[in-house]
Each structure stands twice: as C-alpha cells, then as structure tokens.
C-alpha cells in the first residue's frame, strides 16, 4: 500500500503552495484534482533538488541583467543620440554585479575579465560606438551567464528577496548559510523540510494497516525524529487498535491544514512569516489551550507551505499617491475556488503575463477573458490575493480582492473602458477599489486633478467617469445600460461645447484689449472650482458655477447661445445621473481638447 494523501487546497497559501509543487512536477497531471492534489512518497524524492532548480532558472540573475539591458540596445536604434547616457546607465548595472561577484570569485579569471569590461564601457561616447557598446554587453552576459557565478548571486538574490518574506531567517535563510554552496541548500532543504514528511507519510501508511506492532516498531526505529520519540512512550503501551485511535484522539493534535494528519510542530513565523505568530504571541489560536503547539502542523504542510512562494506570482507594485509612493515586492495569487484545475491554469497565464511586464489591470482583464465561454464568466467569480511581506520590520500588508457577480457582467461589458485609461498606477488603484467594493470616485477625483494639469489624461478620467457609471448600474442589476450611457456623453459634450465657447472668447486676438487670461488657464481654474465642489458633495456651489459660466458664455461676441440643459436637475433627484457621473463628466468635457491637442495627447498616450 502506497502512503497517499489527499492535500485540499481550502486555504490561500496551501493553495499557493500547491500551484508550486504542480510546478515543480508539470508533467504530473494525474496528481491533480478539482479540490486539490494527490500526494504521494514519489514527489518528496528529488524534491529539494527541483526546489532549488526552479529558483534558479526561474529568477537567473544573469537572465534578468541580459533582459534589461537588451531595451537599452532596443533603444539605441530610435535614439543613437542617448549613447553616452546609456552607456552610464549600463555601466552603473554591471558594476553593482561586479562588486558582488568580487566578493566571492575575485581570485578567478571571470571576475578580471568583468573589470575591464566595466572599463570599456566608459570610452562609449558617440554613435560611432554602438557596435562597442553591443559586443561589451554580450560579452558581459556570457560571463554572469557562467555557470558557479549565476547560481552564487542568484541564490542570494532568492534567499533575500523570495524567501526571507515568508521564512524569516529559518534554515537555509540564516545569514551564515550565505557562503554555502548549491548542493549544501539542496541538503539542507531535504534535512529541514523534505525528511520530516516523508517520516510523517510513511507513519501514515502504518496508521493505515491498523497492526500496532508494526507501527510501534516504526516509531521505535525512528525515534530520532523528536515527535515520533514522544509517540512512542505512549503507543506502546496499546495492545489493540481501539487504544490506539483512543489514544492518538486523546494525545496527539491534528493537522490544522491537511485532514487526516497529526499536528507534530505549530504554525510559526519561520513555517509561514505572513500570517504565523511566534507561540507566545498565539494564545488566541491555541488548540485546548495548549500552548507549546498552539496552531498545530503536519510536516507535509509545512512543506507545502515553503513551496507557496513557487506558486505565487511576484512583481513590483506602487503604493501610494501620485505625488508620494515607495515600490514593494509584492506576490500575487488568483482563485476561482471551485476548480483547482484551473486555478492552476490562471496561475500560470497570470506569472507569464506579469513576468513580461502586464500591469495588473491588463493582467486580470485578460485572465477574466479567458474563461472558456460567456455562460462560464456569469459562474466563474475570481478571488486575488496580494500580499508584501517584510520579516525584519514585522509588516505584512494583505489584500483580499473579490470579484461578485456584478463586476463580473460589468467586465462581460465594458472591460474595454480600461484601455483609455492610460495612467498606470491610477488604473490599477482604480481597479483594485472596486474589487474592494469601494467607489472609484476619489480615484477619479485624482484623475481629473491630473487631467487638469496634463491634458492628454483628460480621455482617460472620462473613461473612469463612464466605467464608474456602468459599475453603479451593474451592482443594482440595471440591464439596459447602453441608452443611459447616452446621457453621459451628453453631459460630457456640454463641457466641450461650453469650453469652445470660453476659449473662442478669451482668444479674441485684439491687441489693445485688456489683459485676460488664455482660454485654457481660465477654464483650468474653473475646472478646479467645479472639483472642489464635487469632492465636498456642494451641488449648490457646483451649479452655481456652471449657471455663471453659461452666462458667461452668452455673453456679447459669441454668435451661438447656449442654454443650460435640464439634465443638470438630475443631480438633485434621485432617479437619473448621480451628481458625481454628471459633474464628474462634465468637468472632462469642458478639459477637452480640440482636434489637433487631441492627435497631439493620442501620440503621447501610445
């Protein structure tokens, strides 16, 4: 009888942790199922070797540096003229690696031949030199390319960056391991995670056949494994296996992430640093107020908890406002939580989409339309976790983002509204308030205070406007969306038909006229003045603004009159445009361009 086990991928990071060890085993389909995945003693054998070839090829340090640099090149083509300053750029990267392959391979000939590669690159000056700059760049990646320097700075770079977040400075992460080579991380792997499970899965095929002299053999021959030595004092007392399963109900803990397992350790920071606690700080979650195991573990789910960095997918995010925000390493996981199948799937696609550069709207846009049919997408609700992780400070910031029903008819929709929007970290705050349940709108207050300021954002805060609008009717289950869209176009073209106005007025082009401000600045601070009133929720002030700018308007020398419409009174009831999509459309409107700035902020968008 083969010792199998059944993992349920419930929880988040066991579902992560799955997703890596399908990774590490993609050719293993029969393993998977649509809850989760079949463990058997097989996986565990080479299973530290994978491990750690996985990390190295998958964050190569020496690929990463040649990725890079390649835009550089790609650059040079459009811009000869940036030669100089790219070649700074380029210099400054390779001698940050430089320094680093100094401090463990400065007796070797490779380090020598980086030196002076790092010196040719300062007499590129000219155009002239590209062919230089070309050949000193493929000579550098050759040599990190070699095969004891990529590992060493690669491995470093996964313990610090990949690792440390979750594990904290548990085994191979201790700062002392740093100068050990690959095959001792490989062992220390197998020692730490990889033995203690495959202990625990053979106990379980013993526990299985129900002879309690073979399993009181097994935990006497293994009895160097610390809870099999506790086990033993007590298990050999039972003759029968009615004392057993008494005494194992009674003594031993059960795994708090894998049924059907004991708990042999607890749930602590160096298991998971996420969301773990040391055991003084759990007292809340003890088990029966046992508080040398307050959250009890399996050694199989500590090992498939290591593997959950392999099943997440890790980017760079910005956190913060326009004017202040700081990078984080963040990872990133999506669920569908009813077929782990293709939970699997969507992990994938996502890690290849976000490893080639997609923003996360992009990336979960296109994730959303992969589902295999309409009928499937009114089904399918997507579940996002992302979660920054910093063992040093103690913080942690997670974020649970879900996806109902009615933003899923909302993307079936107007998932396109996203492709106008082209500020990319308003986009993607944008989208994550909604998958929040949070209205957008102080998101796209920031947009139109942007647009204010660069023009070619305007199309993109209108977008904002109109996916608010379509979001709004989605979540009270409007289904004819298309004729109301009609009315926030039309308010959105009063403010360009009244921007016309203002500007032809103010471009009067007469000399010995009084000086008046340009068309453009005077709008500008009128569209401030609107903002403000909108943000403050002061319909009366924002009406009163607009009644005075009609006025103004109207005013002797424009040909055209024109009158206030009606659907302004909509922002005082209760049925029709809310007062944020009518002002907020407005407002656009009136920061419109005229054709030639349009063509003009088209080119720079693209």
Request: charged share 25%; aromatic share 12%.
């Amino acid at each position: 009888m083969t010792a199998t086990v059944h993992i349920e991928a419930e929880e988040w990071m066991m579902a992560a942790g799955l997703i890596g060890l399908h990774r590490l085993y993609p050719d293993d389909r029969r393993a998977l199922t649509r809850s989760g995945y079949q463990l058997t003693p097989e996986h565990l054998d080479g299973l530290a070797h994978k491990y750690v070839a996985y990390l190295l090829d998958h964050y190569s340090v020496a690929k990463r540096d040649a990725g890079r640099m390649s835009w550089y090149i790609d650059q040079l083509h459009f811009r000869p003229d940036k030669i100089k300053d790219y070649a700074t750029d380029l210099r400054k990267m390779m001698n940050d690696q430089v320094k680093k392959v100094e401090k463990y391979f400065s007796d070797r000939e490779e380090y020598t031949t980086l030196g002076s590669l790092v010196e040719t690159m300062k007499v590129i000056n000219t155009p002239e030199d590209q062919e230089l700059l070309e050949a000193t760049v493929k000579s550098y990646s050759d040599v990190m390319s070699t095969p004891y320097i990529d590992e060493k700075l690669t491995m470093n770079y996964v313990r610090s960056m990949i690792l440390e977040p979750f594990f904290g400075q548990a085994s191979i992460l201790q700062k002392t391991f740093s100068s050990k080579s690959i095959d001792e991380h490989i062992e220390q792997i197998h020692i730490d995670f990889v033995e203690p499970a495959q202990l625990e899965l053979a106990f379980q095929q013993m526990w299985q056949s129900g002879d309690p002299t073979a399993i009181q053999s097994y935990l006497e021959h293994n009895q160097h494994y610390a809870p099999f030595k506790t086990w033993h004092k007590g298990i050999k007392k039972c003759k029968t296996i009615e004392e057993l399963d008494r005494y194992c109900q009674e003594e031993i803990l059960p795994c708090s992430l894998i049924n059907g397992l004991f708990g042999t350790q607890s749930l602590e920071e160096k298991s998971f640093v996420p969301l773990a606690f040391s055991k003084d700080k759990a007292v809340n979650f003890s088990w029966d107020f046992e508080k040398s195991c307050p959250v009890p573990i399996s050694a199989v789910a500590r090992l498939i908890l290591f593997l959950a960095p392999l099943g997440l997918t890790p980017y760079t995010r910005r956190v913060g406002s326009i004017q202040a925000n700081e990078n984080y390493r963040y990872f990133g996981l999506v669920l569908t939580k009813k077929n782990f199948v293709k939970d699997v799937k969507l992990n994938n696609n996502y890690l290849r989409a976000r490893s080639k550069g997609t923003e996360f709207t992009d990336a979960i846009i296109g994730l959303f339309h992969e589902t295999t049919d309409k009928a499937d997408k009114l089904k399918d609700a997507l579940l996002m976790i992302e979660l920054s992780s910093e063992y040093q400070a103690k913080k942690t910031l997670l974020d649970y983002y879900h996806m109902p029903s009615y933003l899923v008819s909302f993307f079936n929709e107007y998932a396109y509204l996203f492709k106008g929007m082209k500020h990319s970290l308003l986009k993607d705050r944008y989208l994550r308030e909604i998958l929040k349940g949070i209205d957008p709108k102080q998101v796209i207050y920031e947009y139109i205070r942007m647009a204010i300021k660069e023009s070619f954002h305007v199309y993109g805060a209108y977008q904002a406007v109109k996916a608010r609008y379509h979001i709004l009717n989605s979540m009270r289950g409007v289904d004819e969306m298309a004729s109301n869209d009609k009315a926030v176009t039309f308010v959105y073209f009063q403010g360009v038909n009244l921007r016309k106005q203002l500007v032809g007025r103010a471009s009067t082009g007469d000399e010995n006229a009084p000086y008046r401000a340009s068309g453009s600045k005077k709008v500008e601070g009128i569209a401030y003045r609107l903002l403000n009133a909108v943000k403050s929720g002061d319909k009366s002030e924002f009406m009163d603004s607009v009644f005075r700018l009609y006025l103004s308007a109207n005013a002797a020398g424009n040909k055209q009159k024109l009158s206030v419409p009606s659907i302004f009174l909509d922002g005082f009831k209760e049925e029709g445009l809310d007062f944020d999509t009518l002002a907020n459309a407005f407002i656009t409107g009136l920061l419109s361009q005229d054709e030639e700035k349009k063509e003009e902020a088209s080119t720079h968008e693209s």
